[in-house]
């Protein structure tokens, strides 16, 4: 999902080098070679006073980055996830913001999402994205300090977006520019894992893009301007064979059991799916035995059997990622069929959920990306281009796409996000949070 390659940061990974061997191989990171896109207008006197603040406030930042890591803030920790929320909340209403706890029913079984409001007419209405939930729980994921780099759960994705969302605009309310302005802060709580009640879940989230014109996400920096992003749903399959003793497999009488049947079905997704560009299958779990169970909620099963006893069932649940509604119809339509084609003495089944749609490339999001261009371009960041969409997961910004213009990956550097061993290069805060000031400054007046 993520990228290391750098818009900003060339003095950044000269140096990574000096520490490669306590952290392990780190990914080179390419020369760029964009084409412009815009011509860059120089910094005026406000926005030099935005880029002083922030300098002068790095340190601080750091700190508050730290404080929200060391809070264990897991998905289905809902406690810790609100704990994070009462951090940042403080934060904002520390600049005047208007702050609210949308809090969810038991039944979504997710701990709620803060918003943060500033109201006013002037310029364009804008919604920031980013979220306080990690993939990660437990203890041993700390925020540590590896020299120029920090390591510990959601460093990058993406409680150091949150920083920077905020810094900008404290940035912006140091210079008076944030009065008259309608700015949203969205910080969701289960962006890594928003359950089968997702759409109950985001509803906030779109009352929110109503009132605004513009959505920029804070997801990790890739080096390029993400203008596009795949959609991602849901499958689940279902197996059943013969329950019978071992010796009689591949008979006609005790047939091939689940977990073959199961085999085969993955293996042929596989060969059938998998040069699709832009499309992506993946089993995440898989159970199969004698005996089964399995925890939708929780993301969990178990499983018990002997040597001698050929499987009767298996589950297996996985995601499904799409540039397109159509992609996404016509990988289901392949699967039902592969499915439908047993193996002899079992059967299978196999079940979509929707999830994140697709955030297709739009005029108003090249748009964005032109602006972003041109900030990066007056602050001696260097050019911009359009990401990939392959090279980008979904996120929040994808629900209210088809509402606002669209841009995302506003946020700081990472490597290993998804990861016990996630990063954050903290010599990217500054540079990320002066970027989105100056932009949202551009995009309000």
Not at 122 to 151: C, N, P, S, W, Y
Not at 194 to 216: H, T
Not at 297 to 316: E, F, M, V
């Amino acid at each position: 999902m993520k990228s290391t390659a750098c818009r900003c940061h060339c003095a950044v990974f000269g140096t990574i080098a000096t520490i490669a061997v306590a952290l392990g191989p780190v990914p080179v990171v390419a020369q760029k070679t964009a084409r412009p896109i815009s011509v860059a207008p120089k910094l005026s006197p406000v926005e030099q006073k935005m880029r002083n603040y922030v300098d002068a406030h790095a340190n601080e930042q750091i700190d508050l980055l730290q404080k929200a890591v060391d809070i264990n803030s897991g998905t289905l920790n809902l406690s810790g996830v609100r704990q994070v929320g009462a951090l940042f909340g403080s934060e904002f209403a520390s600049i005047g913001m208007d702050t609210t706890w949308v809090s969810l029913a038991d039944s979504v079984g997710r701990s709620g999402h803060l918003y943060a409001e500033h109201r006013g007419k002037q310029g364009r209405r804008i919604i920031l994205l980013g979220h306080l939930d990690t993939v990660f729980e437990g203890e041993g994921m700390k925020f540590v300090r590896l020299d120029t780099l920090a390591a510990g759960a959601g460093s990058s994705d993406m409680k150091g977006g949150d920083v920077v969302i905020l810094y900008a605009l404290k940035a912006l309310k140091s210079v008076g520019a944030l009065d008259n302005t309608q700015i949203i802060v969205a910080l969701t709580g289960d962006e890594e894992d928003a359950g089968q009640l997702f759409k109950e879940s985001r509803k906030s989230l779109i009352d929110a893009a109503k009132r605004s014109d513009i959505a920029l996400g804070f997801e990790e920096d890739a080096g390029k301007g993400t203008i596009a992003r795949r959609g991602m749903s849901g499958w689940q399959l279902t197996v059943t064979g013969k329950q019978s003793h071992s010796s009689g497999i591949f008979t006609d009488e005790a047939g091939d059991g689940a977990i073959y049947e199961a085999a085969r079905i993955l293996d042929e997704f596989r060969q059938k799916l998998s040069g699709e560009k832009y499309l992506t299958f993946n089993p995440a779990l898989i159970v199969g035995g004698t005996d089964v169970t399995y925890d939708a909620a929780k993301l969990s099963g178990t499983t018990a059997g002997k040597d001698n006893i050929i499987a009767r069932s298996a589950i297996a649940r996985g995601d499904l990622r799409f540039i397109s509604n159509e992609q996404e119809a016509h990988a289901r339509d392949v699967m039902r069929e592969i499915v439908a084609n047993h193996l002899p003495g079992t059967t299978a089944a196999i079940t979509f959920e929707d999830g994140n749609p697709a955030m297709p490339p739009t005029k108003g999001n090249y748009a964005l990306l032109a602006k972003l261009d041109s900030v990066s371009r007056a602050l001696g960041q260097g050019p911009v281009e359009a990401l990939d969409p392959g090279e980008r997961g979904a996120g929040d910004i994808s629900f209210i796409s088809d509402r606002v213009d669209a841009l995302d990956g506003l946020g700081v550097i990472g490597f290993r996000s998804h990861s016990p061993d996630e990063r954050v290069d903290l010599r990217s805060i500054a540079p990320a949070t002066i970027r989105a000031a100056v932009l949202i400054y551009r995009l309000t007046r």
